[in-house]
């Protein structure tokens, strides 16, 4: 199998999952497993593309919490999501200095995927009887930055599925609601993240790329992101996420099945 085979499918892998609530990071443990690992940086950029279709695609909600910081609601709703992302940034920097996290290997991400499915239709189910409120208040917004670091700790979580279930049953019951704060509060999240993470490679001598091949997975996963979000934002607009979780159960399990020892 060709490299450039390799980094077009891993850029295609990154722009689908990244936030679909399927787990990024345990789909490419699973792809680089028969494709062959790849550096940290070529993961931190990519999924940088990933990052940057979703800014394209709420760039007009961004425009227009920065253009309104002055009315009531706009700052408000600002203000969570920096709230949000200022619990991310300092427990994650508290556990990456504790050095606490999961090996990334294939058993404990299957188990992730498959629990984290099961916890999907049960979360989706209770979030239901809670009415279909639009309103982000300030314990969602707290919720969802300690719900970023735990998806952060423990791979094959999910952060987007981390995130937007726990918004759906801390009250904010509408997906779409859910799934948008969920989402723009993953914008300086992921950013900070990835950047952080190629500062560090930069800094010790490890990035060693080839540069054309990174960047064509970076391009591949910016369109490839931009449209499965594209769908995502409509499909949940009509239906629940329960094919998710049960495509994130069925997969832990075969991976636990075929694969006990990875």
């Not at 060693?208 to 449209?227: D, I, K, P, R, S």
Request: overall charge positive; aromatic content about 12%.
């Amino acid at each position: 199998m060709s490299d450039l085979f390799c980094v077009i499918l891993l850029g295609l892998i990154e722009g689908i999952t990244e936030f679909l609530p399927i787990s990024s990071t345990g789909h490419l443990l699973i792809a680089e497993r028969w494709l062959g690992s790849r550096s940290d940086t070529f993961n931190v950029v990519i999924q940088a593309g990933a990052i940057l279709a979703v800014v394209f695609i709420y760039r007009q909600r961004l425009w227009q919490l920065a253009a309104g910081f002055g009315q009531r609601e706009s700052r408000d709703y600002a203000l969570k999501l920096a709230a949000a992302f200022l619990i991310t940034a300092v427990f994650g920097f508290a556990v990456i200095k504790l050095g606490f996290k999961l090996p990334e290997t294939i058993t404990p991400v299957a188990w992730a995927l498959l629990l984290g499915g099961i916890w999907m239709i049960a979360a989706e189910r209770l979030a239901a009887r809670r009415g279909d409120s639009t309103h982000i208040s300030w314990p969602v917004a707290i919720l969802v930055g300690v719900a970023q670091v735990v998806a952060a700790i423990f791979p094959g979580t999910s952060r987007s599925a981390a995130t937007i279930f726990v918004a759906m049953l801390a009250g904010t019951g509408n997906r779409p609601a859910a799934t948008e704060f969920a989402f723009l509060v993953g914008i300086p999240t992921m950013f900070a993240a990835s950047g952080y993470e190629l500062l560090k490679q930069l800094k010790h001598g490890e990035a060693h790329e080839n540069w054309v091949a990174l960047a064509l997975a970076f391009v591949v996963a910016t369109v490839t992101a931009f449209v499965a979000v594209k769908w995502l934002l409509r499909y949940i607009q009509t239906h629940r996420f329960t094919a998710f979780a049960l495509y994130r159960v069925l997969l832990g399990a075969a991976l636990l099945l075929f694969l006990p020892n990875g």
